[in-house]
């Protein structure tokens, strides 16, 4: 009973979590997700490929992203101190939570604040998991034949050819 079994050109749609391992992980990066590709066509991180080969609808798997393939090493460069004036919502500014707004230019500012004080914030760029393993719980949620129409839309997205 292969035609549930994860393999090359099945579209497959599995549900996600992350986690942070080590530290706690905030809300908006362990949210649930789930995704649909095609499988051998799709890109898709060579780990996570690995791990759900031959995984079976239903299957739930654990699987460690080290932090060189996930979000990178910490770097300390990245933290830096600004001053509360420049933010549009510096009463929002509390230590040990992130801070995030949208700049006049439309992009997204997100920083953890380290410490407030005198007028000024020290803000640490880094991605909450820099530097961590990245754990990532799969629930292979159904596999199934590719159709015509699946090979269609990958090959609108520029898929490889498996």
């Keep these: 009973m292969d035609d549930k079994k994860v ?4 579209v497959v749609t599995l549900s996600y979590q992350l986690e942070i391992e080590g530290k706690e992980t905030p809300p908006w990066f362990s949210r649930p997700m789930r995704v649909s590709f095609l ?7 060579p780990l996570i490929e690995q791990a759900i080969t031959g995984a079976k609808e239903g299957d739930e798997l ?11 090493p ?7 101190e600004i001053s509360l004036d420049q933010l549009k919502n510096p009463d929002q500014v509390k230590e ?7 700049t006049p230019t439309g992009r997204q500012l997100m920083f953890l604040v380290l410490e407030k004080k005198n007028g000024k914030v ?9 530097g961590h ?15 015509a129409m ?8 520029n898929c490889g050819s498996g």
């Design 7 to 10: 393999m090359p050109n099945k």
């Design 39 to 45: 499988y051998g066509r799709d890109p898709l991180m």
């Design 62 to 72: 654990t699987v460690t992203i080290p932090p060189e393939q996930a979000y990178g």
């Design 74 to 80: 910490y770097d300390k460069s990245l933290v830096q």
């Design 96 to 102: 040990g939570e992130y801070y995030q707004e949208v």
């Design 122 to 130: 020290i803000a640490d760029f880094n991605h909450p998991a820099a």
């Design 133 to 147: 393993n990245v754990i990532m719980k799969i629930k292979i949620d159904e596999v199934r034949e590719a159709t």
């Design 150 to 157: 699946d090979f269609a839309a990958c090959d609108m997205r």
